[in-house]
């Protein structure tokens, strides 16, 4: 035998893949790691999805005063449909002029339920601006209180 048959010849033969063992043991670390962290995120969308709704009210209350600036004071009057249509489309001024819309798009919370508008506010004594609430997780309006998110409140 020549010396390169002979150190062929003694060369482990190279392993391919891994043993059952290897892909268990994988297999039960990673279910480890996920029974740790899905719990977590689970709670983080929650709290998620209820400060993305919280911008939208606030977003959509934005829209209503700068309506209320540009007619006196006086903050749009009407049902939630009514209003909401006004600040998408509000349509000319005293000249003929087309105004720009408040809003870009209808305002959902963070479900995909609409949001509610009423003026004047009956939720806060004195109240200088209109009551805006999500029907919130459940989506089901309790008129702002429970589980909806309103802008009257600090919950």
């Known amino acids: 035998m020549t010396r390169s048959n002979v150190r062929n010849a003694r060369r482990p033969v ?14 039960a670390i990673l279910g480890v790691i996920a029974a740790m962290v899905v719990p977590n995120l689970i709670g983080q969308q929650k709290n998620a999805l209820i400060k993305t709704t919280r911008m939208s009210v606030k977003s959509l ?10 007619h006196d004071g006086e903050y749009p009057q009407g049902g939630r449909d009514e209003v909401l249509g006004l600040l998408t489309n509000p349509g000319v001024d ?8 408040y809003l870009k ?4 919370d963070a479900w995909g339920q609409p949001l509610y508008y009423q003026w004047p506010n009956n ?12 029907s919130g997780p459940d989506k ?11 802008n009257w409140s600090d919950k």
């Open 123 to 134: 939720n806060v004594q004195n109240a200088t601006t209109p009551a805006l609430w999500s």
């Open 140 to 150: 089901k309006s309790d008129e702002g209180q429970n589980d909806d998110i309103n």
């Open 61 to 70: 209350e934005d829209a209503c005063s700068a309506y209320a600036i540009d």
């Open 105 to 108: 798009s209808l305002p959902k």
């Open 94 to 101: 005293a000249h003929g002029k087309a105004v720009s819309p």
């Open 14 to 27: 190279a392993r391919r893949g891994f043993t059952l063992t290897e892909v268990l043991l994988v297999l």
